[in-house]
């Protein structure tokens, strides 16, 4: 006979939001006194502690200074109330119904000693999900109201309670994320739930989430899956003693896969500078998933917007053309060659000087390897230069890079206009306080600009101009799209630059303090190695799209347990005005990481 699972009945009356004001005035009158209408109220009847079940006995309320709880608790009648301070709260992300599935609440609480005071108010046949052996508690709460109207108003009190705008030196920031649906699955499957969307007629239609329990036969599910794997295994291990896979056509080994690896799949020509790119299996591979983008793979790309500025560069310049330069992605790397420095806290006499060598070395190369039309940098409309900097890309972007050459006669004019300036913007997809500051990534595209005028200087000294640095401005983006992982840094890149490449009139939006996304609302970086994978195949024969193929699926199944990230290799040709072909030499930085 199988054992019946214990019902439990619970005998209480769901508060409305007026009686549960009323008895907080009573129980905190400090609080309460004067509050008026100044809270928001998220509509819930259950809220989960990690895997554990809580059952409401009001809605939840939303302060400045606290998160309300009101509780009950089997076998009693009484209304357990628990103010959640921001004090200890780590973290706080919010799905905000933008996807139509249904809004939530997700509190990180990194301390145990919170969990005595929410133990007690688990419901019993929730005791066993609970986890003893996590160090935090994860507190997500479903939103039952989750009209633009509301999720407005919950955004904005979970923005004042995170940051505070009365801010003074006692409080801090705590980190506030907007997640989508996929985020919430992976926070909550570690707790055994499966957030479900669904209509609730209740709220006229609003999509809203439940939680379902995603336990169901995994024991059994997992010990059919570890017999068969086992099975499996010594089947293979019995068949290919010669560590050969039965699988695939072409890549049967690890040794064919390294040969494919380091072999050239094709080569990419950069018009403006005249080099041909080696493009490896090493850069394929860094299309797959959770790589880091390689360079090779990224200057090959931006090659294909190099190609539509071609064919100006031996013409006649049009007014009514924006033109642009796009520099390879190892102009920052050389530009700071020799240098480290974390922050702009950090720099020094040696610092500045061996900045100020590498960029006067730099600034006398031509920008086009065979052009009369563009000269210098201050011949383009914008400078796009592909960051590389402590294992992650970003974007900075020199907007009206002759704004700041000055001529000495315009010295008695009043402060220069809005669009008499050279903006510099710096698109960074992380927010990872650890990586340097875009001061520093400024400062050093400005002692580059400064150079590339003394450099202009000495071609034409008979110019009557100066270098003005109080005429560059740094932008700061506003509503930046930002990854939500580790690995896609370059994928954002490729699409800002995209972006800008397609409608650069959004660097006149972004410089006057527009959005990011009311200025890019088509932004989508998600589609962006499933793209790239095409533009290689693209770029070979149809008899070849087959090893691309199995080098995927070798790479999933056999080589991922070992992860090899190549961040940038260089290996190209260069035709100089002479006709004379030279080799570069090979700039390689590699990174191993077993998972």
């Excluded at 909550?188 to 479900?196: A, D, E, T």
């Excluded at 006057?512 to 970086?525: H, R």
Aim: with cysteine.
């Amino acid at each position: 006979m199988s054992k019946r699972k214990a019902a439990y009945r619970y005998s209480y009356e769901f508060k409305s939001q007026d009686e549960m004001v009323e008895l907080f005035k009573i129980n905190d009158g400090e609080t309460w006194k004067d509050r008026g209408s100044n809270f928001n109220v998220v509509k819930t009847k259950l809220v989960y502690a990690n895997g554990g079940e809580i059952r409401l006995s009001s809605d939840v309320f939303l302060l400045d200074e606290s998160i309300v709880l009101c509780s009950v608790v089997y076998g009693h009648e009484n209304i357990f109330i628990k103010k959640v301070p921001r004090i200890h709260i780590s973290k706080v992300e919010l799905l905000d119904n933008t996807e139509r599935k249904g809004a939530a609440i997700v509190l990180t609480i990194p301390t145990r000693s919170f969990w005595t005071h929410l133990k007690m108010w688990l419901t019993p046949e929730s005791y066993r999900y609970d986890n003893e052996s996590s160090n935090t508690i994860i507190i997500t709460i479903p939103i039952m109201n989750s009209s633009s109207e509301s999720i407005y108003g919950i955004t904005c009190r979970l923005q004042e309670f995170c940051n505070p705008s009365s801010n003074n030196n006692n409080s801090y920031e705590i980190p506030f994320e907007i997640i989508n649906f996929h985020q919430l699955e992976m926070t909550v499957s570690s707790f055994k739930l499966k957030p479900i969307s669904c209509t609730f007629n209740g709220s006229c239609g609003e999509q809203i989430i439940i939680f379902k329990r995603n336990d169901y036969s995994l024991e059994i599910s997992n010990g059919i899956l570890s017999r068969f794997l086992l099975e499996r295994r010594k089947s293979v291990e019995s068949d290919s003693n010669n560590n050969e896979s039965p699988h695939f056509k072409v890549i049967r080994n690890d040794g064919i896969f390294k040969e494919y690896v380091n072999s050239i799949l094709h080569k990419s020509k950069n018009v403006e500078t005249n080099e041909t790119y080696n493009i490896h299996g090493r850069a394929f591979c860094s299309l797959f998933k959770n790589e880091w983008l390689h360079s090779d793979m990224i200057d090959s790309y931006l090659n294909e917007w190099r190609m539509r500025m071609e064919k100006p560069v031996d013409g006649i310049l049009e007014n009514n053309k924006t033109y642009y330069k796009i520099f390879n992605t190892l102009l920052y790397t050389r530009l700071t060659r020799g240098m480290k420095c974390n922050s702009t806290e950090d720099i020094d006499d040696n610092f500045l000087s061996q900045l100020q060598m590498n960029a006067n070395r730099i600034s006398s190369e031509k920008v086009y390897s065979a052009s009369t039309v563009f000269t210098s940098i201050f011949d383009f409309d914008f400078l796009i230069i592909p960051i590389h900097a402590i294992n992650h890309w970003l974007t900075g972007i020199v907007y009206k890079p002759r704004n700041c050459l000055r001529r000495k006669h315009d010295d008695f004019l009043m402060e220069p206009e809005d669009n008499d300036w050279t903006f510099i913007i710096i698109y960074d997809s992380l927010t990872n306080k650890l990586l340097l500051k875009n001061e520093i990534y400024s400062l050093v595209l400005t002692r580059y600009i400064k150079a590339c005028s003394g450099s202009l200087k000495k071609k034409c000294p008979e110019g009557n101009f100066y270098f003005d640095e109080g005429k560059i401005k740094t932008v700061k983006l506003k509503d930046r799209y930002r990854q939500k992982n580790t690995d896609d840094c370059g994928l954002f890149m490729l699409e800002f630059i995209r972006q800008v490449c397609i409608n650069p009139i959004s660097l006149e939006e972004l410089s006057k303090g527009q959005s990011m996304k009311y200025v890019f609302p088509t932004f989508n970086a998600t589609f962006g190695r499933s793209y790239l994978k095409s533009f290689v195949y693209s770029r070979l024969c149809l008899k070849e799209w087959l090893k691309l193929y199995e080098m995927e699926e070798y790479y999933l199944t056999n080589v991922r347990n070992k992860k090899f990230r190549f961040l940038r290799t260089r290996s190209y040709e260069c035709i100089d005005s002479s006709r004379i072909k030279h080799t570069k030499r090979i700039l390689e930085r590699t990174r191993r990481r077993s998972i």
